[in-house]
């Protein structure tokens, strides 16, 4: 059950940085504390880049096939043999930037083998993810038209693990070359004329891991042979990205570029930070819920390490860090995995807090960072939508997303919180023309939090605001109940110098500020 905070605890509160009201009283749950955070306004971070909101799709599990591909002639309601409805809900979201075709299908996909007439296409085996036998259908020109579908940027992921530099530059000159080469013209055979344009680059992944079991060193050496052959063609100019550490290893990082003494071609260096936990996603206790959550604390920790320990080679920051894939990865259950495909999750409440919270510490860091990819789309990890033959709902994180849109190409602005606490309520603040938007998690599970947000450098005339709340953290949305979780219109408070909201346990709130 809900907790509710009367307007005499909210004021008793007032002035305390940490004031809890035991609302232990008939109908109330949660205790209530106030929280004091202030935004400074004119104290301009960066801009948030929309491609912060990205996003990554895998040939695993049933992410792209049955998931995003159901082929032409499927019964599923499709568009060229990509799923309608997710076709439809990504394109209202706006990916912005979408990663493919791996992970650690990347180091051992050969591109020629997904070109050309699909009954021609060999059967190749996904060695990554269960040995099923790949046919290839789904491809670069399918990938492309996805994009082109959802209005998403490609972004493509090199082989380096098990492919060659000649491979990879092969595949840049078929997709970008405008037309005259072997290479442009058989892509226009192949129903494209027109180039593809693709700008991001991956020059591996996890190449520490599973795309190659490499040291730093040897990876290194590997990214400068790669990426010396990989050239601009036409208007397109490619950003290579390199495969960075996996959460905040400075090891790797230190290692990797203290070998890079030439850095014209890397422009990108990817971190990956999974947050994991020891539960299925519907069975989550408090206590599993907050070791989760906290480690977006620890996440923000290594974008400021590792951007820091970047600078010393790159002060100017020539070179952009991103987190290439990121979210929740919890306990995986076999029947679930036997009925929807590899590394399939339930998405719920939690999930949803878990995804904001990402997208928070993106915003407090949009100076130091130029891409963010949620692991993955449909029906993978932390899923935005799940399918299951012609049904396909959207997920609790959806929403999360669609309830931070409003920040993209924003100036992220400074949030002072008092609160160093990995579990402190999370803030982020954007403004541009007169509105400033604010967006508050709370990641407690057992507290309410009345927030009191005092604004410096403005004054507020007036909002309204959007909340994902269930009081339930295990809930979530599914084909027969798609609105178990959906953003309703919430209460703020803005006049003058302050903002103030309440948040129930586990709720994201987004509030549409008018600045006087
Ligand atoms: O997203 C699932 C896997 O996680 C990716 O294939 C790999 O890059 C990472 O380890």
Redesign the pocket.
Known sequence: MQNRVTRRSFVAAAGTSAFAVLAQRKGFSAATEEKSIEVRLNREIGTIQPTLHGH?S?H?GSCIYGGIWVGRNSPVPNISGFRKAAVDYLKELGLVVLRWP?????DDYHWRDGIGPVEKRPKTVNI??GNYTEDNSFGTHEFIQFCRLIEAEPYLAGNVGSGTPEELRDWVEYCNYPSGSTLADERARNGSPEPFRVRYWGVG??NW???GNMTPEEYAGHFRRFASFIRPFGDTRPFLIACGP?RNDLEWTRRFMENMHRRTMLHGYAM?F?SNAKAESTKFTPEIARAQLATFAAMEKAIQDQRALLDKWDPERRIGLLID?W?V?DRISRDDEQRYGR?WQQITMRSATAAALGLNVFHRQADKLVMCNI??TVN??HSLLLTEHDRCVRTSTYYAFELMKPHRGRKSVVVENPDTDPLALSVSASVRDKTLVLSMVNPRVDTTISAKVSLAGGQADGGEARMLHHADMNAYNWFDKPNVIVPRPAKVEARGATVRAELPPLAILTAMIRLA
Do not use: K, P, R, T
Not at 102 to 106: D, E, I, P, S
């Open positions: 990554f895998e695993l791996g992970g650690c299908f990347a990554h993810w992944n996890e891991g599973c795309g996996s990956h999974y894939e979210g990865w590394l692991a993955q993978v990890l």
